[in-house]
């Protein structure tokens, strides 16, 4: 099994931790940088400067009758060529600050020239300079820079100054400083942020399990001033959904009173018309009026059901509906199934099978139901004998007011509400609807629902 990686954490708390983090390193690398600099720095004005004092003073003197500079005593020794051997590793910048500080005393020269030469005496050559290059130096007390300056028409200059390498103890001590920093300033914000996340964290999951029909407590108000301003506005939002949701479901309540009233009133005066044939169109269509009044109030109220939940025997309820259209002589079959205990709305739930039943005899011509169940689900398939629905239509049956011109008319009746509530009240109780078109003919209508006992 492959692990997909996330370079970037996606948390709150992940993403602080790792800006600050990112933030401190860039800081300590500035902060390094410059001390290597400043370092360089001082290293180079030690070395050229009081070099450049002991060669003006030197030629001061010479040049005043004073003691001549030998070859072999005195800091500053004159040679009749470059003693700087070959093999030796060259500091240019250290030549090219001694001549400016040289010529800023009145000082003229010719060519500088130094070399590195390690305390135990032995020349840096190329391969041991390779080697220093890839580590850090130990400071050697012996450790010497050659410089040698050119007087025309005199000769060559020597001096001998010391010549710090790179210490690792200055490494040592920035990486302390930086474990430090992000000890001190990387747990705290690691707890703020996670004091700060946790009723962002809480505010998420209420959100996640909020439904129209949860009357439970508000959630509980914590965290800094803007986050606590963001949980009282959901709560407050919370009520305000619950309170139109009230006043649609009293809407909607008065609406079905008022339709249901004229209906009742029609259905007694189809009595008195005297043409058999229209009295009995009108009773079908008083009777499809309050049918798909039915539908529609039932679509619109879910979400926030009156019936509650109760352990029924699943088997048995399907059967019941199969039972109700058989007894209309309508084509529907039943296999038969092990006793099946699960908590639901029974109502519901026979409005679901019940309105697939329907579509399956209406324009599938028969209907066979079967369940079948497992550890974690169960389903309840209808098959009818239909044309089946076209593949890139399948979706479009389930919205509302839908009807797929080639497969429903208006002699069907129905206004395209059953598919429609039949899957939001399978949904409500955390299932799904699915349709399949069969290889040999026909259309499968499965409920799936979570299997609860």
């Known amino acids: 099994m492959s692990v997909r990686l996330r370079p970037w954490p996606h948390s709150l708390a992940g993403q602080m931790a790792l800006l600050i983090a990112l933030a401190l390193f860039v800081a300590q690398a500035i902060n390094f940088g410059l001390i290597l600099r400043d370092r360089a720095g001082f290293r180079l004005a030690q070395a050229t400067r009081p070099v450049a004092t002991r060669l003006a003073d030197a030629l001061d003197r010479e040049a005043r009758g004073g003691r001549a500079i030998e070859s072999g005593r005195g800091r500053v020794r004159r040679v009749a060529a470059d003693p700087i051997p070959l093999g030796l590793e060259r500091h240019p910048e250290v030549a090219t600050e001694l001549r400016s500080q040289l010529a800023e005393q009145g000082v003229t020269v010719g060519r500088i020239d130094t070399g590195f030469r390690s305390g135990d005496g032995r020349p840096a050559d190329a391969e041991e300079r390779s080697r220093r290059r890839g580590r850090v130096h130990e400071e050697h007390a012996g450790d010497e820079l050659l410089i040698a300056v050119e007087q025309p028409g005199k000769g060559w200059l020597t001096v001998s100054v010391p010549w710090p390498q790179n210490s690792r103890r200055l490494l040592l001590a920035l990486l302390s400083q930086t474990l430090i920093l992000y000890i001190i300033v990387l747990l705290p914000v690691l707890w703020i942020v996670r004091r700060l996340s946790r009723p962002l964290r809480d505010l998420r999951r209420a959100a996640e399990r909020f439904s129209p029909g949860d009357a439970g407590p508000p959630l509980a108000v914590a965290g800094p001033d803007d986050v606590a301003a963001l949980i009282e506005a959901f709560n407050a939002l919370r009520r305000r959904v619950g309170a139109m949701l009230d006043e649609k479901d009293r809407m909607l309540g008065a609406i079905g009173h008022d339709l249901r009233t004229p209906l009742a009133a029609l259905r007694v005066r189809v009595e008195s018309v005297e043409d058999d044939n229209d009295r009995l169109r009108m009773a079908d269509t008083i009777a499809e ?18 019936e509650p939940e109760t352990e029924v025997d699943l088997a048995a309820l399907v059967d019941a509906v199969v039972e109700d259209f058989r007894d209309l002589d309508a084509p529907v079959a039943f296999e038969e199934a092990d006793r099946l205990r699960m908590r639901l709305r029974p109502a519901l739930i026979r409005r679901a099978v019940r309105n697939l039943i329907e579509n399956a005899v209406k324009y599938g011509e028969a209907a066979e139901v079967r369940i079948a169940a497992w550890t974690d689900r169960v389903a309840i398939v209808v098959a009818d004998r239909g044309p089946g629905i076209p ?14 011109e080639t497969s429903r008319n208006r002699e069907t009746g129905g206004i395209g509400l059953g598919l429609a509530l039949a899957r939001a009240i399978v949904r409500e109780a955390g299932g799904d609807i699915s349709l399949v078109n069969r290889a040999g003919g026909g259309l499968d209508a499965t409920i799936t629902l979570p299997r609860r006992g």
């Open 289 to 306: 009026m309050n049918r798909t009044l039915d539908d529609i109030l039932s679509l619109a109220r879910l979400g926030r059901p009156s």
């Open 391 to 404: 593949d890139d239509r399948l979706a479009d049956v389930f919205d509302p007011f839908t009807r797929l």
